[in-house]
């Protein structure tokens, strides 16, 4: 599988991954597993209906005045000594946290699990710069490893098993061969341990910033995030301005949706809520704190009545848990960062439609991720829309647009619909493959299509009526 990670490769991809029977395992007892103890967790939580109601209202609410918000959150974090950087794209925050970077004369880099710093490509900038960078989440720390972009919003190394992880370990850090999780936990631990003692500057994502404090509140069950963000003398924390929310009122009802949607936990192991810099007299913690919000395209989707709604996304993963797409190719079959079904909706925002319009098709529209998703956003719909602003802007391929042509001018009239269907039923067998699906040009090539049946539904009716 050497085809680039990248949505415009997306059909290659689906390709290479939709035959491994290894991944597809691998995929289906993590996000099965996922869905139980959710299932598990929410059932025990009565008023959860109400909860996801009053969060969608919320998440409206801000993205309606998010201006405001952010203005307050930015006011109070500076007050609290926090230093607050606004940038428009993703080379724009390259180039901020760079240089901040090279002012904090960073040499070793620690950063917490992050799917904003994943979005702007942060890492491979700080490589390139020569400062070595260190992901400390240890399913980020598999992938880096293994030179991958995380398959999973919360998950990142969910397409792996443990013998995959254990050959991994083995070639790449030179220690013997072990299936073993807590021995290789163990391995990692102890090496991150060394790197968070000496690193020069810690790097974290937001989950949620709290506007009426100023603070920064970041989620995680492995304590990794709390070192990266309290031993290094600086400390950059990169979130989307969608992040915002109102009160610490609302953050304890989204940290309920969030554990509970995203690991199938009454709340994270660790949530860590940052205000300011270390004080004077504290011992742990940054002298130093740069807040760096994140447009890239937000802005636009807040603009659009039809993307709205993808910013109240609190990136727990559990659209992708149920996508039965996302259950067959795993996330690194779309090609970009974010994947399943909000992927599909952000990415071709973030990548550009030309790059990215094949990501909304890679959906079956059943609407299991808006019945699961924690902040009620009506996803397939935005798929939906997706999908018609790429025929409408012809960026479908010309032979597809003249075949639906076709097929409209054929519904359209009950006699063309009637006589297609009979011409259809007569032809199917001679173009039916060997695995008992239609060879259908063009559309054919990523679908399956079943023959028709031996008679028509008006056939059968007919039949019934005359019975009767």
């Not at 025990?44 to 109400?50: Q, V």
């Not at 559309?443 to 009526?465: H, I, V």
């Amino acid at each position: 599988m050497s085809t680039p990670l990248r949505p415009e490769f997306l059909k290659t991809l689906v390709a290479e991954r939709i035959h491994d029977s290894t991944l597809r395992g691998n995929i289906s007892r993590a996000t099965g597993t996922s869905l139980h103890k959710r299932a598990l967790v929410v059932d025990d939580f009565g008023d959860w209906e109400e909860m996801r109601a009053v969060a969608h209202d919320i998440k409206a609410h801000v993205i309606a005045h998010l201006d405001d918000y952010l203005a307050d959150f930015e006011r109070n974090a500076t007050a609290a000594g926090a230093t607050v950087h606004r940038v428009g794209d993703a080379a724009q925050a390259r180039a901020l946290v760079l240089r901040l970077a090279r002012e904090a004369g960073a040499r070793l880099v620690v950063k917490s699990k992050s799917m904003t710093t994943e979005e702007i490509g942060l890492t491979h900038a700080l490589e390139e710069a020569d400062m070595r960078t260190v992901e400390t989440d240890l399913g980020e720390y598999i992938v880096q490893l293994a030179g991958e972009l995380p398959s999973h919003i919360t998950a990142p190394a969910l397409h792996k098993n443990r013998q995959e992880i254990g050959r991994l370990f083995a070639e790449r850090l030179g220690i013997e061969y072990s299936e073993d999780p807590e021995r290789l936990t163990r391995v990692a631990r102890d090496i991150m341990r060394e790197d968070f003692l000496r690193a020069d500057l810690g790097i974290s994502g937001v989950n949620f910033a709290v506007a009426e404090s100023g603070s920064i509140c970041i989620v995680e069950n492995e304590g990794n995030a709390r070192m990266s963000t309290t031993l290094p003398r600086v400390h950059i924390a990169v979130m989307g301005m969608e992040k915002v929310v109102p009160d610490f009122e609302s953050l304890g009802l989204f940290l309920n949706l969030l554990g509970r949607s995203a690991t199938g936990q009454r709340l994270t192991c660790y949530t860590s809520v940052l205000t300011g810099p270390a004080r004077a007299s504290e011992v742990d913690g940054p002298r130093e704190l740069h807040i760096v919000i994140l447009d890239n395209g937000r802005t636009a989707m807040r603009e659009d009545a039809q993307l709205r709604e993808a910013l109240y996304c609190i990136r727990c993963g559990a659209c992708m848990n149920i996508c039965p797409v996302y259950q067959k190719i795993g996330g690194h079959g779309y090609g970009s960062v974010y994947p399943g079904p909000i992927g599909s909706i952000i990415s071709p925002v973030f990548h550009g439609i030309e790059r990215a319009k094949a990501m909304p098709y890679a959906s079956s529209l059943c609407g299991a991720c808006a019945e699961i998703c924690p902040v009620r956003i009506h996803l397939h719909h935005g798929l939906l829309w997706w999908r018609k602003s790429i025929v409408e802007g012809g960026h479908t391929p010309l032979a597809e647009r003249l075949l639906m042509r076709v097929y409209a001018f054929v519904c359209a009239r009950p006699w063309r619909f009637d006589g297609m269907g009979r011409l259809f039923r007569l032809f199917a067998p001679l173009l039916t493959d060997e695995r008992g699906s239609l060879r259908v040009p063009l559309w054919g090539r990523a679908r399956d299509m079943a023959p028709p049946p031996p008679k028509s539904f008006k056939q059968l009716w007919r039949e019934r009526e005359h019975e009767h």
